[in-house]
């Protein structure tokens, strides 16, 4: 049986929580351990030696269905009238427990950390009784009120008048300190003519933490 012999140092690791590790002189190789992961000082920054599993940093999944707008129930679009695509998360499905991205009672879209990215994938139907004339504008707005100029779409009616037609769009963003302190919330506006919505589904994902 080979010989284990110690290390010829051996490390002294400060203790400290999550809300008080920024607030620390950062040293290169200097370790702080929290409640919650253990830091290493390294190049100005504290970064996470473990856990670096995805739930350990945060990363994962969470669809959010809304069923209170429904094909019976739609969601009216007034000409020209700007209103939160509502969810309610009626039902909800996660990669795992604690991995939330939603708040249903703010109607908000939350972000963990300052520079985190997601994705986000949006599904409803909707139609409206004057297609030719009608189109939809959807965009992400921040907490403070101001919209994100590049986090938006435009959505057109091809399939007729009072024809449901389905929607899935894609975005990808990083969360800036607005974000993380106000969250952010989905408007649509009708243009032209009124329209309705239904059927509304959020999915986010969590790609890359930068606690």
């Known amino acids: 049986m080979a010989t284990i012999y110690n290390s ?15 607030n620390v002189n950062i040293e290169q190789g200097a370790m ?11 190049n100005g920054e504290n970064v996470k030696i473990y856990p670096q599993s995805a ?30 695509l509502g969810n309610n998360a009626g039902t909800t499905y996660r990669s795992a427990t604690g991995v939330d991205y ?3 009672a703010t109607q ?3 972000a963990d950390n300052l520079n985190d ?23 992400f707005q921040g907490g403070n009120g101001t919209p ?6 435009t959505i057109t ?15 990808q963003y990083y969360a800036d300190s607005s974000f993380v302190t106000n969250g952010s919330q989905w408007k649509i506006t009708a243009n032209g003519g009124t329209a309705q919505v239904w059927d509304i589904i959020y999915f986010i994902q969590k790609t890359q933490s930068y606690a």
């Open 157 to 171: 009616f091809p399939k007729g008048n009072d024809a449901a037609h389905d929607s899935h769009s894609v975005f």
């Open 117 to 139: 990215t997601y994705k986000m994938t949006i599904v409803f139907k909707y139609s409206a009784p004057n297609a030719n004339q009608t189109y939809l504008e959807m965009h």
């Open 55 to 84: 739930v350990g940093q945060g990363l994962g999944w969470a669809r959010y269905d809304d069923t209170f707008w429904t094909s019976s129930n739609k969601l009216p679009l007034l000409a020209g009238v700007e209103v939160v």
């Open 8 to 22: 010829a140092y051996k490390v002294h690791v400060q203790e400290t929580t999550e809300a008080e590790k920024n």
């Open 32 to 42: 702080q351990v929290t409640d919650q992961a253990l830091y290493m000082g390294f």
């Open 102 to 104: 939603y708040n249903s």
């Open 148 to 153: 994100y100029v590049r986090i938006r779409n």
């Open 108 to 110: 908000k879209v939350l």
